[in-house]
């Protein structure tokens, strides 16, 4: 079957749904075989839940896996019904995530706890979806409060990797050699120069942060010994233990939550929601900036759109296993790691969501096979060093491109450090504070003014599309209905 083709410019074919767009493998886009490696290999950061599942639960190992394996699988979600990212965690959450539920004294009360935390995640995200208000949200923020938000995050990502006792610990070389090579085949530019020169060397940098963590892992095992030699195991993930997951380890099992658990996670879900907010803005740069690179198609992220599939995945782990890392917009690592690769031109990548599907399909297929699991389970916390890494890298130099002016760099630097040294919550109430208290120059503020206005009209304008297709289908199926009738 021949894979439809776009006009240049344009947006790549699909089925529309609404506020959706589907598109299908062999279809609509090729399959990437550089995703499809990488996919595999970076299973390894989805298990870096297995560490804080067994420390809030008590859950075995094996139980654990197939919770990777249901998270992972609802990945697919996004670039099939047309988000163009590869989704993730709520990563910088997790810690506060972890030490809230730790409050509670027994494993019930954490299950509902997590339980009703991940309801109403679902509740604000698909709330400001529906609603639209989450396109709204998006375009209103102010420039400077964009970049120190993806400044923070990425300060975040740094510091949970080094600080004592971070990440990082037990396996800091092998570490450091893993995320030092992910800089040279993913950011580097002397190496990009070098590679078009040599076959080998392009296969390599295509694989994105995969050689290196290769190489890391076998060094880790024969030089450093930071990492155990794997011990592998043949077989599928074991999904005969779902029955006993849901029976002990979630809220049909152990009993839903009451009123007093719902008020005491209101707080906790609203500081999840505001550093999720960062993500939503990141994803929104990182395609703006792709169509810079790329001028043949056109990348539409609609932050609705992704409100309203975080929200679903919130609420189908809270029911079925109750997920510490929360279900959030966008695993960085992977997002951009396919668009830097997508960005080196149509010959690598004909279009963005070959690279996303496959990406996603692969990871969630190596959490159905033992052997994937097994071979990672040493190295998993490297591959998720790595990946905090590669994320860090690309708040860096997105957020750099939103701050302009001089006040503007001065207050977004100031509300990135307060968000990663003290919390969501006190980072956004910075910059709302220095917006007041400083403000913008006459120049800037006109600027900003008119960028506001101009996202504001897109997200509004996508959202006029997505009613407009809805109602013609409507109206085709009723008079379909009525020419039925009348026959």
Same mark, same amino acid.
């Given at each position: 079957?021949?894979?439809?083709?776009?006009?240049?410019?344009?947006?790549?074919?699909?089925?529309?749904?609404?506020?959706?767009?589907?598109?299908?493998?062999?279809?609509?886009?090729?399959?990437?075989?550089?995703?499809?490696?990488?996919?595999?290999?970076?299973?390894?950061?989805?298990?870096?839940?297995?560490?804080?599942? =067994? #420390?809030?639960?008590?859950?075995?190992?094996?139980?654990?896996?197939?919770?990777?394996?249901?998270?992972?699988?609802?990945?697919?979600?996004?670039?099939?019904?047309?988000?163009?990212?590869?989704?993730?965690?709520?990563?910088?959450?997790?810690?506060?995530?972890?030490?809230?539920?730790?409050?509670?004294?027994?494993?019930? #009360?954490?299950?509902?706890?997590?339980?009703?935390?991940?309801?109403?995640?679902?509740?604000?995200?698909?709330?400001?979806?529906?609603?639209?208000?989450?396109?709204?949200?998006?375009?209103?923020?102010?420039?400077?409060?964009?970049?120190?938000?993806?400044?923070?995050?990425?300060?975040?990502?740094?510091?949970?990797?080094?600080?004592?006792?971070?990440?990082?610990?037990?396996?800091?070389?092998?570490?450091?050699?893993?995320?030092?090579?992910?800089?040279?085949?993913?950011?580097?530019?002397?190496?990009?120069?070098?590679?078009?020169?040599?076959?080998?060397?392009?296969?390599?940098?295509?694989?994105?942060?995969?050689?290196?963590?290769?190489?890391?892992?076998?060094?880790?095992?024969?030089?450093?010994?930071?990492?155990?030699?794997?011990?592998?195991?043949?077989?599928?993930?074991?999904?005969?233990?779902?029955?006993?997951?849901?029976?002990?380890?979630?809220?049909?099992?152990?009993?839903?939550?009451?009123?007093?658990?719902?008020?005491?996670?209101?707080?906790?879900?609203?500081?999840?929601?505001?550093?999720?907010?960062?993500?939503?803005?990141?994803?929104?740069?990182?395609?703006?900036?792709? =169509?810079?690179?790329?001028?043949?198609?056109?990348?539409?992220?609609?932050?609705?759109?992704?409100?309203?599939?975080?929200?679903?995945?919130?609420?189908?782990?809270?029911?079925?296993?109750?997920?510490?890392?929360?279900?959030?917009?966008?695993?960085?690592?992977?997002?951009?790691?396919?668009?830097?690769?997508?960005?080196?031109?149509?010959?690598?990548?004909?279009?963005?969501?070959?690279?996303?599907?496959?990406?996603?399909?692969?990871?969630?297929?190596?959490?159905?096979?033992?052997?994937?699991?097994?071979?990672?389970?040493?190295?998993?916390?490297?591959?998720?060093?790595?990946?905090?890494?590669?994320?860090?890298?690309?708040?860096?130099?997105?957020?750099?491109?939103?701050?302009?002016?001089?006040?503007?760099?001065?207050?977004?630097?100031?509300?990135?450090?307060?968000?990663?040294?003290?919390?969501?919550?006190?980072?956004?109430?910075?910059?709302?504070?220095?917006?007041?208290?400083?403000?913008?120059?006459?120049?800037?503020?006109?600027?900003?003014?008119?960028?506001?206005?101009? #996202?504001?009209?897109?997200?509004?304008?996508?959202?006029?599309?997505?009613?407009?297709?809805?109602?013609?289908?409507?109206?085709?199926?009723?008079?379909?209905?009525?020419?039925?009738?009348?026959?």
């Amino acid at each position: 079957m021949a894979i439809k083709k776009r006009e240049y410019g344009e947006e790549q074919p699909g089925i529309p749904l609404g506020i959706f767009k589907i598109r299908i493998p062999f279809v609509h886009f090729r399959l990437e075989l550089p995703e499809i490696i990488q996919g595999f290999f970076m299973v390894t950061v989805g298990m870096g839940a297995i560490a804080n599942q =067994q #420390e809030l639960f008590g859950i075995d190992y094996d139980m654990c896996v197939i919770c990777v394996s249901l998270n992972s699988f609802m990945y697919i979600m996004h670039p099939f019904f047309g988000d163009p990212i590869y989704p993730g965690w709520i990563t910088p959450a997790m810690p506060l995530v972890v030490a809230w539920a730790l409050q509670f004294p027994t494993v019930n #009360e954490r299950i509902q706890a997590i339980g009703a935390l991940q309801y109403e995640m679902a509740f604000l995200f698909l709330f400001l979806g529906i609603t639209g208000l989450g396109g709204e949200v998006v375009s209103r923020i102010p420039k400077f409060m964009k970049g120190g938000i993806v400044l923070g995050s990425g300060f975040s990502a740094v510091s949970s990797v080094f600080k004592t006792g971070g990440k990082m610990a037990g396996y800091e070389i092998t570490a450091l050699i893993s995320i030092a090579l992910a800089y040279l085949t993913i950011n580097s530019k002397w190496f990009e120069k070098v590679a078009k020169r040599n076959a080998f060397l392009t296969w390599f940098r295509k694989l994105g942060m995969v050689p290196g963590f290769l190489i890391a892992y076998a060094l880790g095992v024969l030089v450093t010994h930071e990492v155990v030699a794997p011990v592998i195991q043949w077989g599928i993930s074991p999904y005969h233990y779902w029955p006993e997951v849901i029976q002990n380890y979630s809220m049909i099992g152990v009993g839903f939550a009451g009123a007093y658990m719902y008020i005491n996670a209101l707080p906790m879900a609203l500081t999840a929601y505001i550093i999720a907010y960062g993500d939503f803005v990141t994803a929104k740069e990182l395609s703006i900036k792709a =169509q810079e690179n790329r001028g043949d198609e056109k990348i539409i992220f609609n932050a609705n759109r992704c409100h309203i599939l975080c929200g679903c995945r919130n609420a189908i782990l809270g029911t079925l296993c109750p997920y510490c890392p929360l279900s959030g917009p966008m695993y960085g690592g992977g997002t951009f790691s396919c668009y830097e690769r997508y960005k080196t031109g149509p010959e690598a990548m004909p279009s963005i969501w070959g690279g996303l599907f496959s990406f996603t399909l692969c990871t969630t297929l190596a959490t159905v096979f033992k052997p994937t699991i097994t071979f990672f389970k040493p190295i998993y916390m490297v591959g998720l060093c790595t990946t905090y890494m590669v994320q860090a890298f690309g708040c860096g130099y997105v957020s750099m491109g939103l701050l302009d002016s001089d006040e503007e760099k001065a207050m977004g630097f100031i509300t990135a450090a307060v968000l990663a040294l003290k919390g969501a919550a006190w980072g956004l109430a910075t910059g709302f504070i220095l917006y007041f208290l400083v403000g913008y120059s006459k120049d800037t503020r006109e600027r900003c003014k008119a960028e506001t206005a101009a #996202e504001l009209a897109t997200a509004r304008q996508i959202q006029a599309d997505a009613k407009a297709e809805s109602a013609a289908r409507k109206a085709a199926r009723q008079a379909k209905k009525a020419a039925v009738v009348s026959k």
